[in-house]
């Protein structure tokens, strides 16, 4: 009897004390939450979805290596449907009831802004992907974007295309600004602007479209009555699709046609494009070029190729996917130099470092942008017809600025 | 300024918008101005029809338009079963008037998200001979990427028209709007007259897809806008009339590619839809309605 008892009393003991190992192990695997709001649905899923895919290769390779602290690293995510009224719930969410650790932002101007509110309430570092301005309105210190517009994102954005406008022979006169009725595209037509003013280009054609709009010939015919040097086009990836096939139906006669049209950047579109791509200048943020082989670029898009088959996103995901990637690395690194959560520990850590990052090196200013604009200005060059394969590799899209990361020289006019 | 080759280009414009304005509503044409069924997912169909060109079109290398025709019957069967679900849960009870809308609201989430799911989010593309090249004709341009859809659209509004003019089930889906019981009486099913409408409706939303790929890029959601559009061409042309929905969507076309031209693109949806409020207000019955 007394020694079922003994026996009984020790498994007692050795299960309390294996159960509170137990917790003690949770606890210290306790994983870092990191959450945000992601188009999945909607209009910017197609890139949405390749930024998550981008940011689940990250998540992986930080966990293979031990995780954050010695912690792994839980993405939780909710999809905002491309709308932004679905966002400040998503983070309310996030925050209150999933306990996130951390918070970064979904993808685009028109995603981000309606979280800011609630971020700076809590006083959250917020990393952000790909908007333009956004902090101009908020002022806010732990804001940091890795979309490298540069210190005056709205003037600098298209600084390069008036730069290299400015720099050709006989030099271009008049401009024509055309944009989408959207908060990136107008931020853009507002920064080429003043661009084109502090150029002395007069402005003969300053009109905005709805996004809806289904014909672009009328709108390419009514610039192209004006005769300007210069085309600005401020679109998103239907309208810039329609702007192409229109300005080569018409004809569209101009010295320097692009600028800020959002999905010539896309392996889909370009693809479809085919040859009308040819001698158009537009932005991008990386393009295969011998100038742009940052260390781990190659290895991460690698992985990214492999894990985009058949998902139905862009399949090189050379646009968004390594700037998805980069800003968790810079919060990772952050989170491991400070070895804190701290979100004013971060914050000062971000504001004076310079991150190593698969898109080079990374360093804020005083508002959170890239301290130095890298806003890449590319011409498309000898684009052959239905080849998806051709935009794999270098040669295809030019670098024309940054003079630094140059990969070759404009072929100017555009077309006479 | 207003110069003659602009003001002919524009008018030309937008008579080739017009024409696929025609295709996208001439289904709504028939499922709402004739049978009084708000199909709010009509344009989702539409997006279908779209997929189903691409898939096709990037696979065997088919013509779009070929696609269209041929996914047509296809499209007619499944708006037929739909008719069926949706006269059994709401028509027959009664209760289509608001849990009917919420159906064909569900059923637009429902091809959006199937269409997302099997095919993912990125805009998907049509390649044809004819997409990108244009025709002139002194100074006037035909960019084929419009044409086409015209000259589809036109030939699909005149078989429809005529169809519903001179064939005796043509008129039977036109009688059944109008009195149900006297089409009972002649010995006519109504509830099959209207199935065989909506699957009708329904199959020109196969062509209509295609002909929107052929303008531009689709992703699984750009259908939502073309409710508005499609609504308002139907209401502008008179409820139920095939001719006044034609001449409605030329007009809404042509305004659009003038405003676009002359005035500014911003005011392109304001001025069209200014155009159908005051149609409205001076013939409440729209262009041709009775």
Not at chain 1, 200 to 221: E, F, M, Q, S
């Amino acid at each position: 009897m007394v020694s079922t008892a003994r026996t009984w009393f020790v498994r007692t003991l050795c299960a309390a004390a294996l159960a509170a190992g137990m917790v003690g192990i949770a606890a210290a695997q306790q994983p870092i939450k990191i959450g945000f709001s992601m188009a999945l649905t909607g209009g910017l899923a197609g890139a949405g979805k390749g930024a998550l895919i981008a940011m689940e290769i990250w998540r992986d390779d930080v966990n293979k290596k031990g995780g954050l602290l010695g912690r792994p690293v839980q993405l939780v995510y909710y999809d905002d449907a491309t709308q932004p009224a679905n966002v400040p719930g998503i983070y309310t969410k996030l925050l209150e009831v999933d306990k996130v650790d951390l918070v970064v932002s979904a993808y685009g101007t028109n995603l981000i802004a309606p979280a800011m509110p609630i971020i700076m309430r809590k006083k959250l570092v917020f990393p952000s992907l790909f908007g333009l301005g956004v902090n101009e309105e908020f002022n806010y210190d732990r804001y940091f974007q890795i979309m490298p517009s540069g210190p005056d994102p709205k003037v600098d954005w298209t600084r390069g295309f008036f730069a290299l406008a400015m720099e050709q022979n006989p030099k271009p006169r008049t401009v024509a600004i055309v944009a989408a009725d959207a908060e990136f595209a107008l931020n853009a037509a507002a920064g080429a602007r003043k661009n084109a003013q502090n150029a002395g280009l007069k402005i003969v054609y300053d009109k905005t479209y709805p996004p809806a709009t289904t014909d672009y010939t009328p709108i390419v015919r009514a610039i192209q009555a004006t005769n300007p040097d210069i085309v600005f086009v401020g679109s998103y990836p239907p309208d810039s699709v329609g702007m192409v096939k229109a300005a080569n139906e018409v004809g569209l006669k101009t010295k320097l046609f692009g600028g800020g049209m959002v999905g010539l950047q896309f392996a889909a579109i370009q693809k479809n494009l085919g040859p009308m791509l040819n001698g158009i200048v537009n932005y991008d943020f990386w393009v295969p070029e011998p100038t742009l082989k940052f260390s781990g670029v190659e290895e991460f898009l690698a992985k990214y190729r492999e894990a985009a088959k058949g998902k139905g996103v862009d399949p090189y995901g050379h646009y968004l996917p390594p700037y998805a990637y980069a800003y968790l690395q810079v919060l990772g690194q952050a989170v491991e130099a400070t070895k804190s959560l701290d979100h004013g520990k971060l914050a000062e850590h971000m504001h004076k470092t310079e991150y190593d990052t698969v898109v080079g090196k990374v360093k804020f200013g005083k508002n959170g942008e890239w301290a130095r604009s890298r806003v890449l200005q590319v011409q498309f060059r000898d684009v052959q017809p239905d080849n998806l394969e051709q935009f794999a590799g270098p040669g295809k899209r030019i670098v024309l600025y940054p003079k630094e990361w140059k990969s070759g020289d404009i072929v100017y006019p555009y077309k006479q | 300024m207003v110069t003659a080759d602009l003001l002919a280009n524009a008018v030309v414009a937008g008579l080739l918008l017009g024409g696929f304005y025609a295709a996208v509503a001439i289904g709504l044409a028939i499922i709402f101005g004739q049978l009084d069924i708000v199909n709010i997912a009509h344009p989702a169909f539409i997006i279908a029809g779209a997929y189903t060109a691409y898939i096709l079109n990037s696979r065997f290398g088919i013509d779009p338009v070929l696609i269209g025709v041929l996914a047509a019957p296809l499209f007619f069967l499944a708006g037929a079963g739909i008719y069926r679900v949706y006269y059994g849960a709401f028509e027959r009870t009664g209760q289509e008037s608001l849990s009917g809308l919420a159906f064909f609201f569900g059923l637009m989430f429902i091809i959006e998200v199937v269409l997302i799911l099997v095919y993912g989010v990125d805009y998907r593309l049509v390649q044809a001979g004819y997409i990108g090249e244009s025709w002139r004709i002194g100074f006037v341009d035909l960019p084929f990427r419009m044409l086409v859809p015209f000259v589809v659209a036109v030939a699909l509004t005149a078989g429809i028209y005529l169809y519903l003019a001179r064939t005796f089930t043509g008129r039977a889906i036109q009688a059944v709007a109008q009195d149900r019981l006297a089409l009972q009486l002649m010995g006519v099913n109504p509830i099959r007259v209207k199935q065989w409408a909506f699957g009708l409706g329904i199959a020109t939303a196969a062509i209509a897809g295609a002909l929107l790929i052929i303008i531009g890029p689709v992703e699984p959601s750009v259908g939502r806008q073309y409710i508005g559009r499609a609504f308002a061409i139907v209401v502008l042309g008179g409820m139920g009339s095939i001719s006044g929905m034609f001449i409605a969507a030329l007009i809404l076309g042509i305004v659009e590619s003038l405003v676009n031209t002359f005035m500014g693109p911003s005011w392109a949806p304001a001025v069209a839809f200014g155009v159908l409020l005051l149609t409205l207000a001076l013939r409440p019955s729209g262009l041709f309605g009775r």
